[in-house]
């Protein structure tokens, strides 16, 4: 790293932080705090939940699974294949009841719709995964920043996890969107320099496509992940991922939150089908790097004798380590930091409103003064941040094993934690307990599958099996138990007609993502098969 490349990263710094600390200037109750006030841009909002996904592990891990990983390629496609179906889900069932109660924390509907231990054991339930998840993002991105810049790890913990905390505090929600809005930018630029770069030393498309392995490039593993041992099955992915998404955007704290700081339920729709549309794109440009990338690791002897057998994910920071000048390598590491720091912000935010609603305010009182309960939400923000980053300083040589099953425990839990919120709102029958016995049935059956089955079951599918489980018992359990009062069913439930008008209402954007779900099969099928 030379002072040009410091020079970069420095500015990047900078330029959040200031942004954070303009925006704090409007922050006069939680509200405000962490949902901006309402009053936040559809396009913001989506660009900013497009960040959110697109962590320093997508940065690097896409790029390495596509070229080098075994088994790897562009099957890595097929994770985006249900994705508009998904958003249609989302923007159907989730959002209108959800934005339009003008929630904080989602697991607010669940005491309005049950009752109020329901609502504490999934927030709880929400803290304590998303919490280790957090802890490990700062770890993995740490340890990226160390191999850019040969700075001592705990440093890279500290730095990475405390700036984030930092302006997540300051800023709340307004600075975790309009930051994340700058960080995708810097993102974008990153990865089209870093492919510009590996397009012309492989030689071109034709040496890139040259260089690589057949199966490599096939985009679908025609495999169901039942028993066969296939890595990447498509029914897996279709079916499973379905489910995943539907959840994740729908009913999980880390992504919803952007849904309920839209200023309205049209725009928290408008928001989610944008997403919806972008992110294939983006996709793409990920693993087109890896394939440019992988070109140059094929044919050069120092950038496979730099990246270690057991650290595949270190060939992009490797090759901005070898063959990008000074300062576009800085340019790479703000880069790698934006997307660190777009997904942990979010993770911080999310908590902070989770445990500040949940169980902070009812302990404050009805009566608090708003500046009173925004000092509580920034020092509940600063106090989890504390948290992640020990977290982060501790997990230490755990982390890799962590990393790589971090996706299957949300497989655990996010069929089980739909079933709640979608029994809520479509079954007028359903009861807290019913869903606790239901959460509990689910969480069961995917723990039985996953220690007695192990790998003959592709992971994926605990996300259909959690929630089917958890759908019947809440049903058989909530119809031997008195129906729920009138009072609990207005406005947390959608009758038949209601979704056959929003259906209605949005028809013309749900036939533009259904049209985007069947082109982006039919171009990962024209890749090719396994």
């Known amino acids: 790293m030379t002072a040009a490349d410091w020079a970069v990263i420095t500015v990047y710094l900078a330029a959040t932080l200031g942004l954070s600390a303009w925006l704090a200037r409007r922050q006069g109750s939680p509200e405000d705090y962490y949902v901006g006030g309402r009053d936040l841009p559809a396009w913001a909002l989506a660009l900013s939940i497009l960040a959110t996904q697109s962590s320093a592990n997508s940065f690097l891990g896409i ?20 994705l508009p179906l998904a958003m249609i889900v ?56 160390q191999v850019c810049t040969g ?77 066969d041992g296939a890595r990447a099955p498509v029914w897996g992915f279709v079916v499973g991922g379905l489910v995943l998404y539907v959840a994740y955007y729908g009913v999980d704290q880390g992504q919803a939150q952007r849904s309920l700081a839209a200023r309205n339920v049209p725009a928290a729709q408008q928001a989610l089908w944008m997403n919806g549309l972008a992110r294939f794109p983006l996709t793409l440009l990920y693993c087109g790097l890896g394939l440019a990338i992988g070109a140059v690791y094929a ?10 057998a057991g650290r595949l994910d270190y060939l992009v920071p490797r090759f901005i380590e070898l063959y990008l000048p000074a300062g576009v390598r800085g340019l790479l590491v ?9 997904s942990l912000d979010s993770l911080l935010n999310s908590l902070s409103a989770a445990t500040l609603r949940d169980f902070v305010e009812p302990r404050l009182g009805a009566q608090a003064p708003a500046s009173r309960r925004l000092l509580a939400s920034r020092l509940v923000t600063a106090g989890w ?28 839990f996010y069929g089980p934690l739909l079933a709640a919120f979608g029994c809520g709102i479509l079954d007028r029958r359903a009861r807290g307990p019913g869903v606790l016995a239901g959460v509990v049935a689910g969480l069961g059956l995917n723990a039985v599958l996953a220690w007695g089955l192990g790998p003959q079951l592709f992971w994926m599918w605990w996300n259909l099996s959690g929630l089917l489980a958890a759908v019947f018992v809440t049903c058989i359990v909530s119809r031997l138990l008195a129906p729920p009062r009138h009072e609990q069913l207005q406005g947390t439930t959608l009758t038949l007609a209601a979704l056959r008008a929003g259906w209605a209402a949005q028809r013309r954007t749900f ?20």
């Open 63 to 82: 790029p390495a699974y596509v070229a080098l990983v075994p088994g790897g390629g562009l099957t890595w496609l097929q994770y985006e294949l249900v």
């Open 90 to 145: 989302v923007m159907l069932v989730f959002v209108p009841v959800l934005r339009g109660l003008e929630l904080v924390s989602v697991y607010e509907y669940l005491e309005r719709r049950f009752d109020r231990p329901t609502r504490l054991l999934l927030s709880a339930v929400f803290q304590l995964s998303r919490g280790l998840a957090a802890g490990v993002a700062v770890y993995a991105a740490a340890v990226v920043v």
């Open 151 to 227: 700075l001592p790890l705990a440093w890279c913990i500290v730095g990475v996890g405390g700036m984030t905390v930092l302006y997540d505090t300051m800023g709340g929600m307004r600075a975790v969107v309009w930051t994340d809005v700058m960080q995708m930018a810097v993102l974008l630029l990153g990865i089209v320099v870093c492919g510009v770069y590996a397009w012309q030393i492989a030689g071109g498309g034709a040496a890139i496509l040259a260089s690589l392995a057949p199966e490599r490039l096939a985009a679908v593993e025609l495999a169901h992940g039942l028993g």
């Open 299 to 308: 044919g050069s002897e120092a950038l496979r004798a730099a990246v270690p």
């Open 334 to 342: 703000a880069a790698i930091l934006a997307a660190a720091m777009s």
């Open 385 to 412: 941040g504390v948290l992640i980053v020990g977290f982060g300083l501790l997990v230490g040589d755990l982390a890799s094993s962590v990393v790589e099953g971090i996706n299957r425990i949300g497989a655990l």
């Open 511 to 530: 036939h533009a993502l259904l049209a985007a779900s069947a082109v982006m099969t039919a171009a990962a099928l024209a890749l090719g098969t396994r």
